[in-house]
């Protein structure tokens, strides 16, 4: 079984100002499109909007309807 990264990640919204830590985690030696990327812990008022396994890709949206990578 493949280790996995693990670390934080500061998520603010543009919009309300709202703001909090999520906690997410990757394949170890993920590569291109198979980096196994999830959101383990997302911070209150945050949810996923759309998934994706590249975390430049992955939309959280807010509390306040804003919608953000």
Request: glycine letters at 10%; a positive charge; one cysteine or more.
């Amino acid at each position: 079984m493949a280790s996995r990264d693990r670390y934080s990640r500061k998520l603010e919204c543009a919009k309300c100002g709202a703001a909090g830590f999520a906690e997410a985690s990757e394949n170890d030696k993920g590569k291109g499109s198979n980096r196994g990327f999830t959101i383990d812990v997302m911070p209150k008022g945050f949810s996923t909007e759309r998934t994706s396994p590249d975390p430049a890709k992955h939309m959280v949206r807010c509390r306040c309807g804003n919608v953000f990578a």
